[in-house]
């Protein structure tokens, strides 16, 4: 089978695919051979069954005395038609026949019916001086009274010479569409398998590293076009994250090298000199354990935005909106000296994960605190978009803002930009937008009504939520 193997993967099917249209072609030229076979042997013994009515009726019609000379007379004044002969026995009387009958009287298979008539009439296709033939025999009789045999015959020669070439037709159209089939599905096949080589040695050139590789415009809109865009597309998504992996990687040793220095600095420096003073010893305890703290909430966040890549990140349920606002309300108005707005929400039952909500809450309202000073105002507002289906949940505050053109950069890991106090660590809005991302909704920043910043998370909204208006 190693010729089998060398045809490929294309030329393996396109024989398969041949060998099935031979045996589809095969069944249709036979079963059409069969029926035109029929059909002619049908039309003869109709043509020759014409001269059994004709010699049946005139014989009831005129009730011969000597049947013998009906017979003669019969077969001398009919006409029969080109390679018809009759032969009509009569035993113990004469055996008459019409001219060219001596091999039909001669043959086997019709003696036994002149010597003796059968009981039903019979059809019969034979061979008789080498010629194909079509034979009806059927009795004669006088009242209840088997008295001879009636035997027609007709030359089909004709028929089987038609049949012979309507056979050759067959054939060679069977042959043709058999080559052609094969043929085109040689091609189509090779055509395609070709697109899916291409998009094999991409995808080796990739996984031995080279992300740039992109399999490109199939110049077609089939399924192989949009298995191409569709990779290519995977491929961009696949960039796209190693490319994040990288700066996040880049990001979070900036970020823990700052704290882990400090730290180790403090204990170089107790360490050189005297241990013995314990006001030295707890500051530099103090410092070490802060900056300890500070890599523990960036490690922390840093895992939460990992999960928030993960397809099982959101854990979603039934969230009553006012009493999470009014809950969340509860717990950071006595986090700082900030005149606390109460939340204004409608009742409104919908579908998320109330722990990742009440997280990205937290975030913006802690946002909002330490963007602003004592006797500042900080609230949440919700609203309900009904034309676009979303609720949307902002935080508002009355500091200082943030600039149109610092937005989008906030929105960066690690991205602090104007920020007012040194402790952050420039993941709150990140971890907010993935939240929000996560639940097929996004982040949006703006002016809030007191003049300070505006943030709002728009959430999606099911078909199936639960309103009470």
């Known amino acids: 089978m190693a010729w089998y193997r060398r045809l490929g993967s294309?030329?393996?099917?396109?024989?398969?695919?041949?060998?099935?249209?031979?045996?589809?072609?095969?069944?249709?030229?036979?079963?059409?051979?069969?029926?035109?076979?029929?059909?002619?042997?049908?039309?003869?013994?109709?043509?020759?069954?014409?001269?059994?009515?004709?010699?049946?009726?005139?014989?009831?019609?005129?009730?011969?005395?000597?049947?013998?000379?009906?017979?003669?007379?019969?077969?001398?004044t009919y006409a029969l038609g080109p390679g018809e002969v009759v032969v009509i026995s009569l035993p113990h009387l004469a055996t008459l026949s019409t001219p060219g009958s001596q091999v039909v009287v001669a043959s086997p298979q019709i003696r036994p019916w002149i010597a003796s008539a059968p009981a039903t009439t019979q059809v019969r296709s034979l061979i008789l001086g080498g010629r194909p033939t079509e034979v009806v025999a059927a009795p004669i009789r006088a009242g209840a009274r088997t008295v001879g045999t009636f035997i027609a015959t007709s030359d089909v020669s004709a028929f089987a010479a038609e049949r012979a070439r309507e056979v050759r037709v067959s054939l060679a159209e069977g042959i043709i569409a058999l080559l052609a089939g094969a043929l085109s599905t040689f091609l189509l096949l090779r055509r395609l398998l070709r697109k899916v080589g291409r998009i094999t040695s991409t995808a080796n050139a990739i996984g031995e590293g080279n992300l740039e590789e992109r399999l490109g415009d199939q110049g077609s809109n089939d399924e192989v076009g949009q298995l191409a865009r569709t990779f290519d597309s995977m491929l961009d998504r696949v960039a796209s994250a190693m490319s994040s992996q990288r700066r996040l990687l880049s990001d979070v040793s900036h970020q823990l090298r700052t704290p882990l220095t400090a730290a180790r600095g403090h204990l170089e420096v107790l360490g050189r000199g005297s241990v013995d003073d314990p006001v030295e010893v707890r500051e530099t305890l103090n410092l070490v354990i802060d900056q300890i703290d500070h890599t523990r909430a960036v490690v922390d966040r840093l895992l939460m935005l990992g999960r928030a890549m993960e397809a099982d990140f959101l854990d979603a349920h039934p969230v009553e909106l006012r009493r999470l606002l009014i809950e969340v309300y509860e717990t950071t108005s006595v986090l700082a000296p900030r005149h606390f707005l109460a939340p204004e929400a409608p009742d409104l039952v919908f579908e998320a994960d109330v722990e990742k909500l009440r997280g990205a809450l937290f975030n913006l309202l802690d946002n909002a605190i330490r963007a602003t000073g004592e006797g500042d105002s900080v609230g949440i507002v919700a609203e309900v978009d009904w034309s676009r289906r979303m609720v949307r949940i902002s935080v508002d505050d009355s500091g200082p803002g943030i600039p149109e053109g610092a937005r989008q950069l906030v929105l960066e890991r690690f991205s602090r930009p104007g920020a007012r106090d040194r402790y952050g660590s420039g993941l709150g809005l990140a971890i907010v937008k993935a939240v929000a991302e996560a639940h097929g909704g996004w982040i949006e920043i703006g002016v809030a009504p007191a003049g300070g910043a505006r943030v709002t998370m728009a959430l999606p909204l099911s078909d199936d939520l639960a309103v009470d208006e």
């Open 10 to 76: 294309a030329g393996r099917l396109a024989l398969v695919n041949s060998l099935i249209l031979a045996v589809i072609i095969g069944v249709v030229v036979a079963v059409f051979i069969r029926n035109f076979t029929s059909s002619y042997q049908s039309v003869a013994a109709t043509q020759i069954g014409v001269e059994l009515r004709a010699f049946e009726h005139q014989a009831q019609r005129s009730h011969p005395a000597n049947l013998e000379v009906f017979a003669r007379n019969f077969l001398e």
